[in-house]
């Protein structure tokens, strides 16, 4: 475990210091159109991802890409780190992402986001929010956009019973669109509310896209049952692995750590 914490600790080092040098860069950005910035996102999660691989041995598998529909979309994605929020990114043409409003307020990062229009939501707000959130949300999807949500709200740590809210299906409804459903197991190797980086490989797989238009309950079940029926399947893979390379699965890497 020791080697862990080391590789753990060069690879945050190195993760930040590649994202202030990547903020650096954008800063022309916005003086440009939004996809000028989306692309230097895009050099963000390719480099996040080599880091894994060569500092950590963390290997990314992308499962399910020939799947991903064109144009205008939902994308309904598991949350279990902070990485999916950026490394999702790439495969889609114009994404947009709802996030909480805090993040607006960081200084410089807070501004590209208002930048690519994410849209974010104040969960206070009840249901003032919400309707504020689906409004954007339609204007986005309509205007070519692919949204990605995550419908638990937050991450959760990888194995935990799910915890889907209903917002998401209301926005799918005024959206009009195909829906994409997203599992992962992001949280057994990047695991939230630590800096510990976990060796194996790190999958994420995008299931068959969902028509529009199915009724709200139809829908919510079949996203929820879809995603974790996948999630649960490469999650019990990820452990196996993980055993097999460090002795054991770490104890908090699904709990909640």
Known sequence: MLLIFLRS?????LFYAVLVCLAIVALPTF???????????????????????????????FRGVEKIPSGP??????????????????FFDHPIFILKRQLMHI????????????????????????LDMTRRARA????????VIFPEGTRR??????????GFAQIYSAC??????????????WPRRTFMRYPGTLVVEFLDPLPPGLAKDEYITRVRDEIEGASERIIEAGR??????????????????
Not at 9 to 13: E, G, I, S
């Open 31 to 61: 003086a440009m159109p939004p996809r000028a910035l989306l692309t230097v996102a895009g050099w963000w999660a390719k480099a996040t991802q080599f880091l894994m691989r060569v500092i950590c041995d963390i290997k990314v598998e």
């Open 107 to 130: 200084p410089v990062f807070g501004q590209f986001l208002a930048k690519i229009g994410m849209i974010s939501i104040d969960r206070g707000a009840g249901v003032k929010a919400l």
């Open 176 to 189: 009009g669109v195909q829906c994409l459903p997203v599992a992962l197991n992001s949280g057994l190797f």
């Open 73 to 90: 979309l939902v994308v309904v994605a598991k949350h279990q780190s902070f990485w999916e929020t950026f490394a999702l990114m790439p």
């Open 140 to 147: 986005a999807v309509r205007g070519g956009r692919q949204l």
């Open 157 to 166: 740590p990888a194995g935990a019973a799910p915890d889907y809210k209903t």
């Open 9 to 13: 600790l060069v690879f945050n080092v």
């Open 240 to 257: 196996k692995e993980q055993e097999r390379l460090i002795g054991s699965a770490p104890s908090y890497a699904g709990s909640g750590g």
